[in-house]
């Protein structure tokens, strides 16, 4: 079986969980997660981190310090995993779901402004955070974005849960920053199948000194310093444990091998791949992704991708298709959107291969391969259903 995405636990993992059993520092105390949260900071370049126990609770915490509440509009991708709408709805705020673009599938940043500085205009409610996801290891284009907060204060969550590593290459002022690292707040998420995995985790990156002790506090059940059980506002349980951050401190030492091999494994989809009828995974010029999922749209009908999926499992490989949009979800049926359609047909054409950091050579042939070999049935099935029809 070649799975979707598994973790790849190669390096200190043992030694560091050991030295929690030894130590008895197993639980939300202790030194591994100060040096997790400081090695993450460094290696991303912010100035500020702090540990959560999921990439969920991180954007949760993130968002409500952006000033997410009852009553606020937060804007947010409507083609992502269903965690950055939750995340957003724990806060009671309202959701706008911002179609994607489609040459990078992220949210489609430059309609989101333009909607904007419109509603402004008519005196409509504006969305006072913008949670930007960065889809499947693409970073999504950030300018219009910044220009939003510099004209409306609109303040900017980026959840950079799948693109660890990300960044911006070139074409404007962000040329060499990190994913995470240009809005407000930017979170990452450690679940298993991520970049790292610290077995269950996220992250919360900042530069700003009184975000980060805010968002400390809030992960503690915002507990008052000296031990008097006092608390000055309804916080959570949200830190990380020493054991799990053991883990990622582990994972964070091979983080750029990680990160070498998700786009090592890219480049040989994309070369394997090229001549078949079919989108392969968007690259931007001005982009650095770390192509987490190695995801690709089939050709126009919905029975491509389900079939491929079924015909892949046949040959014990693991694709999935990628996710229905937000506005296509039971909880955000009713939610405002703008727009739809592209993430509409992402989803009706796109599936995700594996791309597990240790995939070998071979078996990311026998991929290739059993792709191909799908895809002809398939156009074969759709051309003789086409003449029977
Ligand atoms: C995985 C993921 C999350 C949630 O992270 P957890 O650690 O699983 O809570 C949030 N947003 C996106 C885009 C994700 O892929």
Redesign the pocket.
Known sequence: MIPLAEPTLDGNEARYLQECIDTGYVSSVGPFVERFEREFAAAIGAEHAVACA????A?HVALRLAGAGPGRLVAVSDF??I??AN?ATYTGADLLLVDSEPDTWNMDTEQLHDDVVRRAKVGERIPDVVEV?H?LGHPAAMEPLLALRERFGIRIVE?A??SLGGSWSSGGGLAGRDVGTVGDLGCF???GN?IITSG???MIITDDAELAAKAKHLTNQAKRPGGDYMHDTIGYNYRLTNIAAALGAAQMERLADRVQAKRMIAHRYATWLRRLPLTLAPRAAWANPTHWLYSLLLGDDTADAVRVVATMAEANIQVRRVWPPLHQQEPYATAECLGGAVAEDIYRRGVSLPSSAHLTERDQRAVATALTASLDTTFVAARDGTERG
Do not use: Y
């Open positions: 999921s990439g969920t609770a954007l992502t995993f965690a950055s995340a996801v889809v959840d849960a799948e998420s450690f679940n991520k269950g985790g996220g």
